[in-house]
Structures are given as C-alpha cells and as structure tokens.
C-alpha cells in the first residue's frame, strides 16, 4: 500500500505545469476540505463540494477573502480572518506560486499545480515546506528503499585471473565491489551523496523520474548499476546548495 502511494505521488510530480495563469482565470469562490488544506502537501480546490468544514477563498480583481465554514449546522457558522488579505501570483524559475499576505505582511505561499477549467473546474495547489522537515530528502529516500527497491546488503563480486610469477601458478583473485546507491542526478548534475536534498525544498522541485540501470547505462555507466533517479528543481536554490557543498 505505502508503494502505491509512493508510485501514485511521483506521478503527481512529473505532471507539475509551467503553464502560467492570470489572476483574472482565479476569479470566484474555490473550496477546500479544511483538514486537506490545513494538513497536506497537495490542496486541490473546487467550486463546489459537500463536506462539512470547508476553507473557502473568495477571489476578485482587487479583493481576496478567506473563512472557515461549517455547512453541517443550521445556520452554517462561519469564521473569517481579522485584517484585510491579499494574494499575488509570482513567475518562478520553478513555475508559479500564489503569495498570501495578511495587513501587508506576506504570511504564506503555495505553488500552482494546476488549474483546470472543464466542467468541473479544479484548482490545484502545493503548500511551501520548510527545510527543517526534508521533505525532499524523505521522499527521494522513499523512493530508493521502496520503489527501486534498493538493497544495500547485496553485493556484486567480480573474479579475475592474475599471474604470480613468481610461483609459475595463476590464482583467482575475487575483487568485491561496494553496492551503490541508486544515482541522484539534480538538474543534470549528479550528486555524490543525498546529503544536498536536504536543503532543497520538495515544493520547488517540479520533476522526479527514475531510470533503471538498462535504461540509463548508456548515459551514465557503472554509476547507474542501481539506477538513476532524475530531479528538476529551481536552479537559483540549487546554484547556493552546491556553492555551499564544494560539488
């Protein structure tokens, strides 16, 4: 089950859009699930649904409102946010992100996935994490360990004959190889170790795919014996990360 998840989040990943989207298309009432909104990485928002407690966002031309409300009694209660709101879309070299600000002071931001606009339109944004949590790391962890299903006990031994001359007499010598780590390629730039995840953010990266060892063999050689996994993340961040690793 963990693995179907795993599978099921780096498709998500690789679907990431650089579509960039007017502020105008946001135009309207969007609701949530609050414990989603309040709890997960992915926040997918709609016209309209049915549960209980629902984080809504009302968005015009100059105005952005946010409230919590409970559907399930009668009258509905509903709570707002004290103080005047604000959203902006910025352009990224990661893609586009929507800046919350509360009297003037930016207090959150979130990546737009996607937006959808057929019959049911479906908006569909990331929650920025923080370094502290490695989220990155912890996912790209997941990955080695359970869906490359990498094994750090096996071990590949390679024999070879070598001449001793001394003794006129050849003698098989078995040489044992180290088992690496499936390979980190961070915008085509291959990683020594995965210490450097862990000061990438999850939420600016855009691209997670894997290869096999036949796949990418040709590319890389004996590095990929394990495979490779390939991430696209903002290049400004990861410039600083590498300046800060010597690699």
């Known amino acids: ?8 989040g780096f498709l998500l990943l690789t679907n990431f859009s650089f579509s960039q989207i007017k502020k105008k298309e946001l ?9 989603i909104f309040f709890k997960t990485d992915t926040i997918k928002f709609y016209r309209n649904i049915k549960n ?72 569909k944004l990331m ?38 001359s001394d003794s006129n007499q050849h003698a098989k010598i078995t040489i044992r190889y180290d088992n690496p780590e499936p390979l980190i390629v961070v915008n085509g730039y291959p990683l020594v170790d995965r210490e450097p995840l862990k000061e990438l953010l999850f939420v600016e990266t855009y691209g997670i795919t894997y290869l096999t060892k036949e796949q990418s ?15 696209q993340t903002s290049e400004k961040r990861f410039k600083n990360v590498r300046k800060k690793y010597g690699r």
């Not at 409230?67 to 509905?76: A, K, L, M, Q, S």
């Not at 919350?100 to 049911?120: A, M, V």
């Not at 370094?131 to 990955?143: A, G, I, P, R």
């Open 217 to 231: 063999a040709s590319i890389y050689g004996s590095r990929a014996i394990n495979g490779v996994i390939i991430l």
């Open 27 to 35: 135009n309207g009432i969007w609701r949530t699930n609050s414990e």
């Open 1 to 8: 089950m963990k693995t179907t998840a795993l599978t099921i």
């Open 127 to 164: 929650n920025f994490d923080k370094l502290t949590e490695q989220k990155l790391y912890k996912y790209v962890d997941s990955l080695v360990f359970k869906v490359l299903n990498y094994n750090p006990e096996k071990t590949e031994n390679n024999t070879k004959g070598i001449k001793i």
């Open 52 to 123: 209980c407690y629902q984080t809504k966002w009302w968005i015009e031309k100059r105005n952005f409102t946010t409230n919590e409300v409970n559907i399930c009694t009668e009258p509905p209660r509903i709570s707002g946010i004290v103080g005047k709101e604000k959203i902006r879309l910025r352009k990224r070299d990661f893609g586009q992100i929507i800046e919350y600000y509360q009297n003037g002071n930016l207090t959150d931001k979130f990546r737009i996935i996607e937006l959808n606009k057929k019959s049911e339109p479906e908006l």
